[in-house]
């Protein structure tokens, strides 16, 4: 039986719960297998068409400018028509681009496979909104930043996937100079957007709306979704921390292969490539343990922590050679792991009916990808590798920035706080005193008192209310 309508995350149960959340979570599979490969394309392009390394970020900019410009629209789209119709949408695209991989292989168009990776792009702003949203209404506020971290952490797994494959089909042998194989794994991508196209069809995804979402923060007492969204300055600054943070991730991870190439270390190419995916494990395995930190740290405390960190070890990159840098270079992936999932719950916490288009706008930091790797590329070209990795040290510090804001504004409203807490129930607690068990709204008696209805009345209660019948027929 389909859930009714105004379904949030609390109502839904477990079985239901499960379903949607497993359902959801194979979405973060395909964009972290796509961006795997990108990572390693950037530098097999530079090999198969002679460009520089500032040239070859055109892929970057194409995939994570598609981002800027379609994650607004897929906001609405999804506000309008609901979380499956976008995640239809985007999984459409996401095929569509991959198939257009094959001719762009077959003529060899550089051109091509950034237009190709630009469609790709927009499908996957699509379901990011969609699935990163999704899961974070899915429940509890306090467990958003767990529940979404976990999630991600598939990604990671796809996303490590992604440069072994292409250290064994891209660069051995003669695949090191050619595009065969390249347009033979982009048409098995695109037969996967397409057979997880038809799985969504076929299942029936409890839809999470938005008037639920703030009848909920109602019944807890919380207004702010009533203010405007030009108001919404927790989920604004947001944006301009995920745009930082993730156009620092994307240009440590575009330059990883030329970075390694470059240590003079004796690491060849299809070596780096190698050592780039374990890189991405170790990012996948900081993702799944920060799943069980922030079931007890506050996110945006663990956010800080870990900003410092990425500020410290990007640094580290930069100034330090061998085997040292490298060390550092691992350091950097770990501590990258939890920051994504962080500032986009705690950007979209509690926007209520600005739910959709606030995930749609903090998506569209994203598109921060675009732009710092050509900056790190110039870098790169003119001064050398190690150095370029200032450059991404400059978006750890806006999102540091942005992490220990909201500490100290959460300090201001009710105290420093190291734990996890759970804000809706936090504000609920006042709401409860004011009503008993025997006046409290629905929505609060619900929540709080979920076995009242099934507790007998008490004798006194019973001879309270014959005396009041008595009363009222005298």
């Not at 038809?198 to 999470?208: D, S, T, V």
């Not at 490539?273 to 945006?300: E, H, K």
């Not at 732009?371 to 400059?394: C, E, F, I, K």
Request: charged letters at 15%; hydrophobic letters at 45%; glycine letters at 12%.
């Amino acid at each position: 039986m389909a859930p009714p309508a105004g379904t949030t995350g609390t109502q839904l149960s477990r079985g239901r719960w499960m379903f949607a959340f497993a359902l959801v979570t194979s979405l973060f599979f395909t964009w972290g297998f796509a961006y795997g490969l990108l990572d390693v394309l950037n530098s097999h392009f530079q090999k198969v068409f002679g460009i520089s390394k500032l040239q070859s970020t055109m892929l970057q900019l194409a995939y994570f400018g598609a981002y800027l410009v379609y994650a607004p629209i897929a906001g609405v789209f999804m506000r309008r028509y609901g979380y499956k119709k976008g995640i239809h949408m985007g999984l459409g695209l996401y095929s569509l681009g991959a198939i257009f991989f094959w001719p762009s292989a077959k003529f060899e168009k550089y051109g091509g496979f950034v237009g190709s990776t630009f469609v790709i792009g927009c499908g996957l702003a699509t379901l990011e909104v969609a699935a990163n949203s999704y899961i974070a209404v899915l429940g509890s506020p306090k467990y958003a930043a767990a529940r979404l971290n976990f999630s991600q952490g598939f990604q990671g797994v796809a996303s490590f996937a992604g440069p072994l494959i292409a250290s064994r089909w891209f660069f051995q042998g003669k695949n090191a100079t050619t595009l065969d194989t390249v347009q033979w794994v982009y048409l098995a991508v695109a037969g996967l957007g397409l057979v997880l196209n038809i799985l969504f069809y076929f299942c029936a995804l409890p839809e999470i709306t938005e008037d639920a979402l703030e009848e909920e923060m109602h019944g807890a007492g919380m207004s702010k979704e009533q203010e405007p969204f030009s108001k919404q300055y927790r989920c604004i600054f947001g944006w301009v921390a995920q745009t930082c943070y993730v156009g620092a991730q994307v240009g440590v991870a575009s330059f990883v292969v030329n970075f390694l190439d470059d240590q003079g270390l004796g690491i060849t190419q299809s070596h780096a490539s190698t050592l780039f995916s374990i890189c991405q494990i170790t990012f996948t395995i900081g993702r799944f343990t920060g799943v069980a930190i922030l079931n007890f740290i506050d996110p945006a405390l663990l956010l800080s922590l870990y900003g410092m960190c990425c500020i410290a070890f990007s640094i580290g990159v930069s100034q330090t050679s061998g085997w040292g840098g490298v060390a550092c270079l691992f350091c950097l992936f770990f501590f990258e792991s939890i920051c994504y999932p962080c500032v986009f719950t705690i950007g979209t916490k509690n926007l209520g009916v600005h739910t959709k288009r606030g995930s749609g706008l903090i998506v569209m930091g994203v598109g921060g990808g675009a732009w710092y790797p050509p900056a790190q590329g110039g870098l790169a070209d003119n001064v050398s590798t190690r150095a370029s990795y200032l450059v991404p040290m400059t978006g750890y510090i806006v999102m540091t920035i942005y992490a220990l804001g909201i500490v100290g504004h959460q300090a201001v409203e009710g105290g420093f706080r190291i734990r996890n807490v759970d804000e809706l129930a936090v504000e609920r607690a006042p709401i409860a005193e004011e009503f008993p068990p025997t006046t409290m709204p629905d929505f609060v008696a619900k929540e709080n008192y979920p076995d009242e209805e099934s507790t007998p009345p008490s004798e006194t209660d019973k001879n309270a209310d014959e005396e009041y019948v008595e009363d009222a027929k005298a």
